[in-house]
């Protein structure tokens, strides 16, 4: 038993809630990703869509499916004031997003 660790802290660890969890929405307008989402995000944006990202501050990474049925892309707004896009995911694409607490980092790839 490891009895070395001093003024360890955790908070708000979600790791076992997210495990094997998986949100799936359906968009007919803008929308913006709750900060209680699961790792696994699917959307399905029945068109061109924006959608705001979670508090950078309270989730630190997720993975975001683009399931729509034709050419509709997603476009990742950071959650700052200015809506910076952070990213865009089209149709058939995963999106995996980090967060360092400052800033969204998106890296897209096909399914």
């Excluded at 929405?25 to 068109?47: F, K, R």
């Amino acid at each position: 038993m490891r009895e070395n660790i001093e003024g360890a802290r955790l908070s708000g660890v979600l790791i076992e809630k997210r495990k094997n969890t998986v949100f799936k929405v359906t968009l007919g307008a803008a929308y913006t990703i709750p900060d209680n989402i699961p790792g696994l995000v699917v959307i399905d944006p029945t068109a061109a869509r924006s959608v705001t990202m979670p508090d950078k501050l309270l989730v630190s990474d997720f993975t975001l499916v683009n399931a729509a049925d034709a050419a509709e892309v997603i476009t990742l707004l950071d959650d700052d004031v200015s809506s910076t896009t952070a990213g865009a995911c089209t149709q058939g694409e995963i999106a995996y997003c980090v967060s360092d607490g400052v800033k969204w980092y998106v890296t897209v790839g096909v399914a």
